[in-house]
Structure formats: C-alpha cells, structure tokens
C-alpha cells in the first residue's frame, strides 16, 4: 500500500471515529436534558446540510441539535412559545481551515413561532441555523470578545423571508476537544441557562 493510500485509509478512519464521538455527544446530550435539566430535545433527529450535487455536502462535518424549556407553553404546532437553544457541534469551518472544533450554544428569538408549521426537517438547518451567526450579508454580527455574542437580521424583510422572523440570537462557543462526559451537562446546559438569563 502506497503512503497515499493509507493517508486516504487513516483520514476516513479518523472521520468515522469522529461522527461517532459527536452521535455519542449527541445521545448523552439528549438524555442529559430529558432526566436532568429543564430542556427539551425538540427535532429528535440533528439537522445538517448535505448534497449530492456539491463535494463539500458530502461529508457532513456540521450537526446541530434544537432545544426549548419545558416550562415554556406548548402550542398547538408542537412547539413551545419561547426561545430555541441550539447546540451545533461543527467539526470544520469551511470558511476558516484553521478553527478548531467548535460548539456553539445559541439562543434564536422569533416574533411569532406560534405562526410555524409542525416539526422541522433536518436539511433546514442550513438557512435557519447556521447562517444566522455567520451570514454578514443579512445579520448584523459584532465582533465581540465578551463571552455572549449577539446577531441579528439587518432588516425586517430579512427576518421574515430568510429566518422565519428571527429577532436576534445570542451565541457562543466552546472548543469541542474540552466538553468530556463529566462536564456536559455543566458547559451545554450550564451555557444555556446563561443564555435564558442574558438578554
């Protein structure tokens, strides 16, 4: 086997060790929040981008996981009047080759979620909640060194055609390699609360 070979051999190796470390985050995520926190899992299933007809859609290096506070009111689309929380684990940055594995726990705010059908597919993640923390042609996005982040859509328009009417979503991130099972619940759940608590 030539040295080509086992660098494409080891790569994938590598990958599939990784999809399989962030499904186990995702998992313990789950039922971290079902048995011990006041958060819901709200898709079940993670949303992620992925496409036949571009290379960078076929490999999924972004995951992202929606949460909402069960004391927050059920509405009759299932979903809860009050924010949603969104883990995203993102393994790779396009964009920026030299990020580190990042997660990023955000809060999205919405004018009217009562207004939205049931349930959402995981392929919707790309428009509704990856870009609002990165898009700077549409969200405004503050260079901010404090801990908590803020973004939010440059006009009313943009909220109610691209972001399902986004009002502002609070951010931040954790280098991936730090959250461990022993400390999830206080870096995922913890960053949470700061967020419900930080307007």
């Known amino acids: 086997m030539s040295s080509v070979e086992e660098n494409i051999r080891d ?3 590598v990958v599939h060790n990784t999809h399989e470390n962030a499904e186990k985050l995702m998992g313990f995520c789950r039922t971290i929040a079902e048995e ?3 958060y819901n899992n709200v898709n079940g299933k993670f949303l992620r ?5 571009q290379s960078l859609g ?3 290096d972004d995951f992202i996981l929606l949460f909402q506070r069960e004391t927050d009111k059920m509405l009759p689309n299932e979903w809860r009047d009050g924010p949603i929380y969104a883990m995203e684990i993102m393994l790779s940055n396009d964009e920026d080759p030299k990020q580190v594995p990042t997660i990023y726990l955000s809060k999205f705010e919405y004018e009217n979620i009562a207004s939205w059908n049931k349930g959402y597919s995981p392929t919707n993640h790309w428009q509704c909640f990856y870009y609002p923390l990165r898009d700077k042609d549409t969200m405004e996005i503050p260079q901010n060194e ?7 859509p440059k006009t009313k328009e943009i909220a109610e055609q691209e972001y399902l009417g986004l009002r502002k979503v609070n951010f931040m991130q954790l280098p991936l390699i730090g959250v461990t099972a022993e400390n999830a619940e206080e870096k995922i759940f ?3 609360e ?3 608590q930080y307007n």
């Not at 404090?146 to 939010?152: D, M, N, V």
């Open 36 to 38: 011990k926190t006041n």
């Open 146 to 152: 404090e801990q908590i982040s803020l973004a939010t």
């Open 194 to 196: 700061k967020l419900y």
């Open 190 to 192: 913890g960053s949470f």
């Open 49 to 53: 981008w992925r496409s036949d007809n």
């Open 58 to 60: 076929w490999c999924i």
């Open 11 to 13: 790569a994938f190796i």
